[in-house]
């Protein structure tokens, strides 16, 4: 018969404990670190293709507000509103992406996802590591 033993379940209780309350705080802070560096690398990639006429695109790159789902919060992070000719800044992007019969697209914003990947998680970890030393 197998035998299991657990030393110091009480010790990680307490430290559970200490999270209660602040986990929205802290899952904010994570988003928006998250999002800072996301937004940054769309603006990079924006700028690095060209894809900037009157500029109205990479200065509407901005993060929604948090919003809570079945997966959990998350924030979107993308060119929002629209320029001074009423079009707007998304549908841009996705055109400048895919392309359309004149102009096949370049795909950027597979760029920025896989540029920021790394930097958005250890954003979201320094954040976190932060609220867990000063525990």
Known sequence: MANLRVQGLDELEKELQQFAGKTEA??????GAGAEKLKEAWK??????GHVDTGS?????????PRKGRGGTSVDVYPQGKDQKGVRNAEKAFLLHYGWKDKPGDHFVDNVEQDAEE????AMESVLNEYLTNM
């Open 26 to 31: 802290i899952e904010a802070a994570m988003l």
């Open 44 to 49: 990079y990639h924006i700028l690095k293709k």
């Open 57 to 65: 695109m990479v200065d509407a790159v901005k993060a929604s507000k």
């Open 119 to 122: 930097a958005v998680a250890d």
